[in-house]
């Protein structure tokens, strides 16, 4: 029987690199003005870890 595992840990490691979707359940500064914050809201964010722990970038999601 073949089944799929999804995405190793790597994988899912790399994809948190890269800009996301994520719903902010908690008030989220973005990044490039510091007195816009969005809650309830879906924004955009992505990552880098150092040391086992991640720091986030936050970014408003762009309308389409």
């Known amino acids: 029987m073949k089944l799929n595992c999804g995405p190793t840990p790597w994988e899912k490691h790399k994809a948190k690199e890269q800009w996301h979707s994520f719903f902010c359940l908690w008030p989220r500064r973005m990044d490039k003005d510091p007195h816009d914050c969005r ?3 879906t924004v955009e964010r992505r990552g880098s870890c150092y040391l086992g722990y991640w720091d986030w ?3 408003p999601k762009e309308k389409q």
């Open 39 to 41: 809650w309830l809201e």
């Open 57 to 59: 970038e936050f970014r």
